[in-house]
């Protein structure tokens, strides 16, 4: 994927480390006060320090039909609801470069592993969605190109049940997103626009924008498990 565009995330914040506990009265020291040692203090739980690391995630893939622009205009793409190790090796690649983009590179390079997993995990399960059918019938002149990819040996028959979790659900994701994703994989030698992964590179080259495009139109149409769920920075 992912996708795409645009998958994420803010700098954590640093909760303040609890005090030793309290100790009782010294039996030395009869007069000395327990109530003069300060106790443990409760430390943030889960969910707040969770939502401190997705704040920068939110401003883009929290808004439904935000839009990219670069490399041109397109939707941001849909990660809720997408498998965790993928988006965790996303977020990995744009810290590496693998996947050339400022703003994500800017987002993913602070991120510890620890991060991209907790961030990972929280967009992995914030789609409640039923599953989608297990089977899609395309139309002849889409279904060459989809055999003619092997599309479906990685994606599922569906392309919402890939073979792995390291690989996207692609069903429902955003037309613009995918072919401008797509596209990436055509890329060579740009700084800042391009994707290396040399399985969907070997895949994809074969394939002209025309074809690209009506594959993405076509998965874009699919029923999905992916969302985007509105979420606000201040709460």
Do not use: W
């Amino acid at each position: 994927m992912l996708a795409g565009s645009a998958f994420v995330v803010a700098a954590q914040s640093n909760a303040p480390s609890s005090p030793a506990p309290g100790q009782a009265p010294s039996t030395t020291n009869p007069g000395a006060s327990a109530a003069a040692t300060p106790g443990p203090q409760a430390a943030p739980g889960p969910q707040a320090n969770v939502q401190a690391k997705v704040a920068m995630c939110i401003g883009c893939h929290g808004i439904p039909g935000y839009q990219a622009t670069f490399p041109e205009v397109h939707k941001v793409p849909m990660i809720a609801g997408q498998n965790a190790q993928y988006i965790a090796n996303a977020l990995a690649a744009y810290a590496k470069g693998d996947r050339k983009h400022p703003t994500m590179r800017g987002i993913a390079l602070p991120l510890g592993d620890r991060d991209i997993a907790e961030i990972s995990n929280y967009y992995a399960g914030l789609a409640k969605v039923d599953p989608v059918p297990a089977t899609v019938e395309a139309p002849a002149d889409v279904k060459k190109l989809l055999d003619k990819g092997a599309c479906a040996s990685c994606h599922g028959a569906n392309f919402s049940k890939p073979i792995d979790g390291t690989y996207p659900k692609i069903a429902g994701q955003h037309a613009d997103y995918l072919y401008v994703a797509l596209k990436s994989y055509q890329i060579e030698g740009k700084p800042y626009h391009g994707r290396t992964n040399a399985v969907m590179a070997g895949q994809v080259k074969q394939f002209s924008h025309a074809e690209l495009k009506l594959l993405s139109q076509y998965l874009a149409g699919l029923p999905s498990e992916l969302r985007t769920v509105p979420q606000s920075r201040f709460r």
